[in-house]
């Protein structure tokens, strides 16, 4: 039998990304659980992170895969957070397919808190605010705010679906170290869980619910996590027979950016600023904030596309 030293290395390895939603019937609430630790740490990798700015980043990426999964059709959802302190915000978008990207605005941030109500205070400052578009695709787009009060993450993002959405959410994300070369790895488990009641869901229920899962989700997630999803799942509810899995799919970490994208974004300048360009710098270069891919287009491009256009 393998000791509880060598489990714990190897979760992170054993645990795949994705994403399980389920429906409670006998009271008419909605489930949905995100394990989302081998992305947060690409994420971590691909901005060169530090732990504050990483920590951070890994919340709204899980919180991105969560509200992902309420939308429907093409439908994106995009959070943005703005802050005055030192993280300054950042913005995750994630789309019904658990496809999900983002950035910080300062990926320096090493230090936060010790645990507790003022954990997150040193990185996000006194004042802020978090901030939802949901794009359907159509060109149709929804926004809506609502300012930092408690400075915590998944607190104020709750506050936002009873103000915005007035919807009662449950949302309880958690960061777990695991065992790791010479240091505990901080994004060895990361996962999300978030409830809401239907329409004619069970209120009570729902609160009881929400206050069982958000009191054992730490100890749940270090005991079977490296099951996946589903056992993770039952774990977190004993004793409910009536679970119905609706739908589950894996999570990944990947940007939508391309150099034909690139292009047609250099095209929307207009002929003068092309030109501009074209004699001061003689090529185009740009830096996906998502993904840190670097784009250079030379002037030979440019010209052809320009022409191309009629400009």
Same mark, same amino acid.
């Given at each position: =039998? ?21 429906? !409670?019937?006998? &009271? ?14 690409? *994420? ?55 496809? &999900? ?6 990926? !320096?941030? *090493? ?12 990185? !996000? ?24 009060? $408690? ?64 009191? $054992? ?28 899995? =609706? ?19 250099? =095209? *929307? ?14 090529? *185009?270069? &740009? ?15 440019? $010209? ?8």
């Amino acid at each position: =039998m393998a000791s509880a030293a060598v489990l714990g290395t190897l979760q992170p390895l054993l645990m795949a990304d994705e994403l399980i939603s389920g429906l !409670l019937k006998d &009271v008419d609430v909605r489930v949905v659980l995100a394990l989302t630790s081998e992305l947060s740490r690409q *994420a971590r990798a691909t901005h060169k992170s530090l732990p504050a700015s990483a920590a951070l980043l890994s919340q709204g990426l899980t919180a991105a895969a969560l509200m992902g999964a309420l939308q429907k059709g093409e439908t994106r959802i995009n959070i943005q957070l703005e802050c005055d302190g030192p993280l300054r915000g950042f913005f995750v978008d994630g789309d019904t397919a658990g496809v &999900v990207r983002g950035y910080t605005k300062n990926p !320096l941030v *090493a230090h936060m808190g010790a645990e507790g109500g003022y954990r997150w205070r040193p990185v !996000l400052g006194n004042k802020g605010f978090i901030s939802v578009l949901r794009d359907t695709g159509s060109g149709e787009y929804y926004r809506s705010s609502v300012e930092l009060e $408690r400075f915590d993450f998944a607190e104020d993002l709750e506050r936002y679906f009873g103000l915005s959405d007035q919807v009662a959410t449950q949302l309880t994300l958690a960061q777990l170290p695991t065992p790791g070369n010479g240091a505990p790895e901080p994004l060895g488990i990361v996962a999300g869980v978030l409830l809401q009641p239907l329409p004619n869901g069970d209120r009570e229920a729902f609160q009881a619910l929400g206050a069982q899962v958000k009191a $054992r989700f730490h100890e749940v997630l270090q005991a079977h996590a490296a099951e996946g999803g589903s056992a993770l799942l039952k774990a977190l509810l004993p004793g409910r027979t009536d679970l119905e899995v =609706m739908s589950r799919y894996p999570l990944r970490f990947t940007c939508t950016c391309s150099r034909e994208r690139v292009k047609t974004a250099l =095209m *929307a300048m207009g002929r003068e600023e092309l030109t501009d360009l074209l004699e001061k710098e003689g090529k *185009a270069e &740009v830096t996906c904030q998502f993904c840190t891919t670097h784009y250079v287009i030379p002037s030979e491009e440019i $010209r052809e596309l320009m022409k191309e256009a009629g400009q």
